[in-house]
C-alpha cells in the first residue's frame, strides 16, 4: 500500500570494527535479520499471552478437577516465569514446532506446508503479470511524461492502490465467471479434476505438465487468471508507480544526453541504458512487491475460496485456533523478512557503488 | 514612511491577497498565513489534487450531516421490503434486511472518518515521538527505537492487524487499535531522517546553549520541522488505513452489527451476489472513492509540501 523507495535498501552499520568490510557487511546484516526474527517471535508470543483463551482450559475441557488442571499447567509450561516461557517458546520454534492445531489436528506446519504452495503459485503469476505490464507501462510513463498517456497510468495505478481487492475480486467473479462465462470459479480446480494430479511441487500448473495432464493444466490455469489478475494489478500499481520515478531519475542524468548525442535509437537509449540503471532499485521493488502479494493474498484467497496461507490463517482465527493463526504469522513474517534481505543482497550485487 | 511600510508588508486594506503576497510580512502570523497561501496556489494548480480535496471534504460533509442526508434509519429493518432494486423509495436499494443501502453508506461514512481520524491521532504521534527521539539521541537509543520499528515494518500489516484483533476480540476500537500499532513504524523512520538532518544545525545549538531541555528542543523545534513530511504520508497512508478496516470489517472482525460499516456491507450482499448485485458493489464503490481521494490528496500534498520526493 505504501509506495515509497523500500528502505531495506539502506546500508545497515557494521558489526564489528576491524573486520574485513564484506564479513563486517554480512555479520551486520545477518544479526539485524536475527534480531528482527526475535522481535518478531516476541510479538507473536505476547500476543498469545493476552488472548483471552486460557491454554489449559483447551487441553483439559472447563470439568477437570483443579489437579488435573495444575498438572496440565505445568505440562505447557505455564507456571514458569515469562521469560522463561518465552525461552521454551523460541526454542520449540525454531524446531519448526507450531504446536498442534485445533481445527484440523494436524501439526501447524504440517498444515502450512501443505497450503503454502497454492498461495506461492498465486503471488508468483500475479507479480509476473504486475513485472511484465507494471515495467512497461512505468517506462511509457515515464518517457511520455506529463503528456496523456501518463495520466491515464497514473490514474490507473491510484485506482490499483484504492480499490479494495476483495471487492474488485467479488465483481470479477459475477462479471467474468457467473455473467461472461469466460474463466473458471472458485478454488484451484474443477471438481472432477481434483486429485487426478499426485501433487509434487503442490503448485498444480507444475504437477500436471510434470505428469502429462494438459486438460488439468488449463482448468488450472482457467481458475487462477482472475485471482492472479486482481492481485497482480494491486503490484502493477506500485511498480508501475516506482519504475515511472526511476526512469525519469535516470532519463535526466547527462549520460542518457551523451547516448542520445552518440547517435543511439531513442528504443536503445530507454530500454537499455536507461531501464538498465533503473533496474538495480527496481529489483528490490519487485521483492517487496512479491512479499506484500503474499499479505495481499489474504482477502483474495477468502473470496475466491483458495486453499492458501490466507484462508488457512482467517479460517483458524475464526475458529479461535490460536497457535495456527500465531504459527501462519511468523511463517510469513519470516518470508517477509527473507524477502527483505534478499533485496538487500540484491541490491549490493546488483549496484558496485553499495559493495 | 508609512507608505514604505504599506509596500513592503502588505497592508490589509490593501486586500487579503495582496497582505497574503506581500514579500515581507509584518507579523509571524502574515508569514505562517502567506506561506500556506502560496503552498495552496501551487496546490490548486494540480486538478488530480483538488479533486481528492474535494472527496476527502465530501466524506466529512457526510459524515456530519448523515442522518440529515440519509432519509432513512440505517439499522432499522423491514423484511417486506428486502433486496429491492435501486429507485423508488430507495435510491441504491436494499438489503438483505430491507434496510436503506443508501442510508448505511451515508452513515458509514461516520465509521470510515473515525476510524481514519483515531488512527492518525494515535499513530501520528506515535511515530513522531519515536523517530524523533531516536534521531536526536542517537547512540543506544536510536539503536533500540529503530530495531523495535524494524521489526514492526517487518511485519506484513494485515497479517499482524489480524493477530492483534485475534488476540483482543473483534469490535470496532479493537480494529483501530490494531490498525495503529502496525500504521506507526514509517513515520518514526521519515521522523528519525528528518531529525537528523537538523539535529547539528545552528539554531538547535543555541537552544540548548541557552538551557532548553532536550523535551523542549524535540517539542518545540524538532518536531514541528518533521511534521510537515509526516502529514504528507499520513495523508497517503490514510488509504491503506481505509482498505484495511474494511477488509477487516469483511472478515467480521471490525464494526459488529447492526452498525453500517462498508466492509461489513460487502460481507453481507456477497451471497446476493448473483441476483442483487447492487447490494455488495455499492459499498465497494464507496471504498474505492474515498481511498481514491486521499490518494490523490496526499500525492499533491507531497508535491506541495515535500519537493524533494515529488
Not at chain 1, 518465552?86 to 519448526?96: H, I, Q, S, T
Not at chain 1, 506500485?238 to 552518440?262: C, D, F, G, H
Not at chain 2, 465497494?284 to 496526499?298: D, K, T, W
Amino acid at each position: 500500500m505504501a509506495y515509497f523507495p523500500p528502505s531495506g535498501a539502506a546500508p545497515r552499520p557494521g558489526f564489528l570494527p576491524g573486520l574485513p568490510g564484506w564479513l563486517n557487511t554480512a555479520l551486520g546484516l545477518l544479526a539485524s535479520v536475527a534480531l528482527t526474527f526475535l522481535g518478531l517471535l516476541l510479538v507473536t508470543f505476547l500476543i498469545g499471552r493476552v488472548v483471552p483463551i486460557d491454554p489449559v482450559l483447551a487441553a483439559v475441557g472447563d470439568r477437570a478437577p483443579a489437579e488435573v488442571y495444575e498438572q496440565m499447567r505445568i505440562a505447557l509450561g505455564l507456571h514458569l516465569p515469562l521469560h522463561e516461557q518465552f525461552l521454551a517458546y523460541v526454542g520449540k520454534v525454531l524446531e519448526g514446532d507450531f504446536g498442534r492445531s485445533v481445527l484440523t489436528a494436524n501439526p501447524v506446519l504440517e498444515d502450512i506446508r501443505r497450503v503454502f504452495p497454492a498461495t506461492l503459485e498465486l503471488a508468483t503469476l500475479s507479480i509476473l503479470l504486475g513485472v511484465l505490464i507494471g515495467v512497461p507501462m512505468g517506462v511509457v510513463a515515464a518517457v511520455r511524461h506529463g503528456r496523456w498517456p501518463d495520466h491515464v497510468i497514473r490514474v490507473l495505478g491510484l485506482v490499483g492502490y484504492s480499490v479494495p481487492v476483495f471487492w474488485l475480486g467479488l465483481m470479477g467473479l459475477l462479471l467474468f465467471y457467473a455473467n461472461l462465462g469466460w474463466v473458471a470459479g472458485p478454488g484451484r480446480l474443477d471438481i472432477y479434476y481434483e486429485g487426478l494430479v499426485e501433487p509434487v511441487t503442490g503448485l498444480i500448473l507444475v504437477d500436471s505438465l510434470v505428469a502429462g495432464e494438459p486438460e488439468v493444466f488449463w482448468n488450472a490455469l482457467g481458475h487462477l487468471v482472475l485471482p492472479a489478475s486482481v492481485l497482480g494489478y494491486f503490484s502493477l500499481a506500485y511498480i508501475s508507480r516506482m519504475t515511472r520515478s526511476l526512469m525519469l531519475e535516470q532519463l535526466s542524468q547527462e549520460y542518457i544526453v551523451t547516448a542520445r548525442a552518440k547517435g543511439l535509437s531513442e528504443a536503445r537509449v530507454v530500454w537499455r541504458h536507461a531501464l538498465g540503471n533503473a533496474m538495480v532499485p527496481l529489483v528490490t521493488v519487485i521483492a517487496l512487491s512479491y512479499g506484500s502479494l503474499l499479505e495481499g493474498s489474504v482477502l483474495t484467497e477468502i473470496v475466491f475460496a483458495w486453499p492458501g496461507l490466507g484462508y488457512y490463517i482467517t479460517n483458524s482465527l475464526l475458529n479461535a485456533d490460536m497457535n495456527a493463526v500465531l504459527g501462519g504469522t511468523i511463517v510469513v513474517g519470516a518470508v517477509f523478512i527473507g524477502l527483505n534481505l534478499l533485496s538487500d543482497l540484491l541490491y549490493r550485487v546488483l549496484d558496485p557503488r553499495a559493495r | 514612511m508609512k507608505a514604505l511600510d504599506d509596500r513592503s508588508a502588505g497592508s490589509f486594506s490593501a486586500g487579503p491577497r495582496a497582505w497574503l503576497m506581500a514579500e515581507a510580512a509584518g507579523s509571524r502570523r502574515q508569514a505562517r498565513l502567506g506561506r500556506w497561501y502560496a503552498a495552496w496556489l501551487v496546490f490548486r494548480r494540480n486538478p488530480l489534487a483538488v479533486t481528492g480535496l474535494a472527496i476527502v471534504c465530501g466524506l466529512i460533509v457526510v459524515a456530519l450531516v448523515a442522518p440529515w442526508l440519509a432519509g432513512h434509519s440505517p439499522i432499522e429493518q423491514n423484511l417486506q421490503a428486502r433486496l429491492l432494486p435501486p429507485g423508488g423509495g430507495h435510491w441504491l436499494g436494499t438489503d438483505a434486511l430491507g434496510r436503506d443501502i443508501f442510508a448505511r453508506l451515508v452513515h458509514g461514512a461516520r465509521i470510515t472518518l473515525l476510524i481514519v481520524a483515531l488512527v492518525a491521532a494515535i499513530a501520528a504521534p506515535v511515530g513522531l515521538i519515536m523517530g524523533c527521539s531516536a534521531g536526536y539521541f542517537g547512540g543506544w537509543v536510536d539503536a533500540v527505537l529503530m530495531r523495535i520499528t524494524d521489526v514492526f515494518l517487518a511485519f506484513p500489516r494485515l497479517i499482524l492487524a489480524l493477530a492483534f484483533v485475534a488476540a483482543l476480540g473483534p469490535g470496532i476500537e479493537n480494529a483501530i487499535l490494531a490498525i495503529a500499532i502496525t500504521a506507526w513504524p514509517p513515520y518514526a523512520r521519515i521522523a528519525r531522517a528528518e531529525t537528523i538532518t537538523i539535529r547539528t544545525s545552528g539554531f538547535i545549538q543555541a537552544a540548548r546553549l541557552q538551557g532548553a531541555s532536550a523535551s523542549r528542543i524535540l517539542v518545540g523545534h524538532v518536531v514541528p520541522l518533521t511534521s510537515s513530511s509526516v502529514i504528507v504520508r499520513v495523508t497517503l497512508d490514510m488509504a491503506g488505513v481505509i482498505l484495511t478496516a474494511a477488509g477487516l470489517g469483511f472478515l467480521g472482525l471490525g464494526a459488529q452489527p447492526p452498525v453500517a460499516e462498508w466492509g461489513a456491507m460487502i460481507a453481507a450482499g456477497r451471497q446476493f451476489m448473483l441476483d442483487q448485485w447492487w447490494v455488495a458493489a455499492a459499498p465497494g464503490l464507496a471504498i474505492l472513492v474515498v481511498s481514491l481521494g486521499f490518494n490523490l490528496l496526499g500525492d499533491g500534498l507531497r508535491d506541495v509540501l515535500d519537493p524533494k520526493h515529488g
